[in-house]
């Protein structure tokens, strides 16, 4: 663009000055006829006018460009932003600013996107690229291809990763984290990281974390904290509640339902051979109930919910006392100190059972442990 401009000058004078030599051709024939005086000087000092021009644009081209073009800041697209609602919550990054991502990015992002979404279709037990998962969606879990507010989404994942995890005992990388989610919410297998699903997944995560501070957690991201009940979760309260707002879609067996394509489903299974494993993030109380309040059932959000904080807690418990897939968990918190108050697997540092820290109540656990 910037050398349009110097090139219509170019082009204009030396139009000019073909003209101006025609012309002065032909004045001077015309004059020689006549017998009159030819006014050679004045045609001489126009035409060399207009060759300096042609010399000025010339050089001017020549010259190495950024020191010519104008700020073109103005026409470079928008850094990438990140979107809130009116609330302040975090909703995710601004989709119109990928159309200024080179072509191979986008198709990258949107790649990781569409395995969020539609995991079973890539990675499912009848995936096309393997058969590495139990046949639920990234998304099951992580609403709106993890960007809904407290949806369980993935607001701070680029932001706060790689960092030091009390699970694993170690530091985590972007891959790491999700391939856990592949080991125990998927109750599969990992993926390599430098396979062309795992660089799109982690290409989608850092794009969704555009425009957020490293260390920053935007408003409304991951699960709500629910307060503490004084009583225990109540698993038999919870049936009663599963019941009546649970089972008309994930059914009264809670194994869900599928679509009619076989692959995906409608309905996620809550908890049997292809739900979660007793590993998962789910799978401790505080999670389950946290994500059940701001989202279940499908049409609740945080700031319509459909469930009381109790009848979060005694769903969480009825569902998760049903059978599910094991993983051996023996390399889990190292450091036992470390385990959070609803980690149901001993040994513990502290005098609680297991029960205790399987349904609660947790405030004495959580007192404990805060006690100087
Ligand atoms: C059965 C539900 C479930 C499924 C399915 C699931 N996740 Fe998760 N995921 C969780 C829970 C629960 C957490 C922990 C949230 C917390 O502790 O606040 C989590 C955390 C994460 C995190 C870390 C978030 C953070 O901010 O630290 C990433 C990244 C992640 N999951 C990626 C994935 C990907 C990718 C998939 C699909 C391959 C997936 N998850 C499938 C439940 C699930
Ligand atoms: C109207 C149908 C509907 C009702 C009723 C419903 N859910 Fe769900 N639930 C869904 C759908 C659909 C998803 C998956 C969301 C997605 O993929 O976007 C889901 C996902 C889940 C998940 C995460 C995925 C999994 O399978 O582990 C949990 C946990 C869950 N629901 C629990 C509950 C509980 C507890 C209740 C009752 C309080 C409930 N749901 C009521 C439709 C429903």
Redesign the pocket.
């Known amino acids: 663009m910037p050398h349009i401009a110097p090139l219509s000058v170019l082009f204009a004078a030396l139009v000019v000055w073909l003209y101006l030599s025609v012309v002065d051709e032909a004045t001077r024939v015309l004059s020689e006829r006549a017998g009159l005086p030819h006014p050679e000087r004045r045609a001489r000092v126009v035409r060399r006018l207009v060759l300096g021009v042609i010399a000025g644009v010339i050089l001017l081209m020549a010259l190495p460009g950024h020191l010519l073009e104008p700020d073109t800041a103005s026409n470079a697209p928008l850094p990438q932003q990140a979107t809130y609602a009116p609330d302040s919550l975090w909703t995710g990054a601004d989709t119109a600013r990928l159309t200024f991502l080179d072509e191979n990015d986008r198709a990258l992002i949107r790649y990781g996107r569409e395995l969020?979404v539609n995991?079973a279709a890539f990675l499912g037990p009848r995936g096309s690229v393997a058969a590495l998962t139990n046949g639920?969606?990234?998304q099951?879990?992580?609403l709106d291809a993890g960007t809904k507010p407290w949806g369980?989404n993935?607001g701070?994942?680029w932001s706060?990763y790689p960092k030091f995890r009390a699970r694993s005992g170690a530091q985590e990388s972007?891959e790491k984290?999700?391939n856990e989610?592949?080991e125990r919410?998927?109750n599969g297998t990992a993926l390599d990281s430098s396979s062309r699903e795992m660089r799109a997944?982690v290409a989608y995560?850092r794009w969704l974390g555009t425009g957020i501070h490293k260390e920053q957690k935007p408003k409304g991201?991951?699960?709500v904290e629910l307060p503490f009940m004084d009583r225990a979760a109540d698993p038999h309260k919870g049936a009663g509640i599963f019941e009546a707002k649970c089972a008309s879609c994930h059914g009264q067996d809670g194994q869900g339902m599928l679509k009619a394509d076989g692959i995906t489903y409608q309905y996620p299974p809550l908890w049997g051979e292809h739900s979660?494993n007793h590993g998962?993030?789910?799978y401790r109380l505080s999670?389950f109930a946290g994500?059940v309040k701001a989202n279940m059932p499908q049409g609740a959000s945080w700031d319509r919910p459909q469930l009381t904080d109790e009848e979060a807690w005694d769903v969480a418990a009825f569902v998760n006392a049903q059978p599910r897939p094991t993983k051996d968990l023996s390399a889990d918190w190292p450091d036992i100190s470390k385990k959070p108050v609803d980690h149901p697997f001993g040994p513990y540092r502290d005098p609680f059972s297991e029960q205790q820290h399987k349904f609660g109540p947790f405030g004495p656990i959580a007192a404990y442990y805060e006690k100087p």
């Open positions: 969020i995991t639920m969606n990234c099951n879990c992580h369980n993935y701070a994942v706060t972007v984290r999700v989610c592949m919410s998927l997944i995560m991201s991951g699960i979660y998962a993030g789910l999670r994500y």
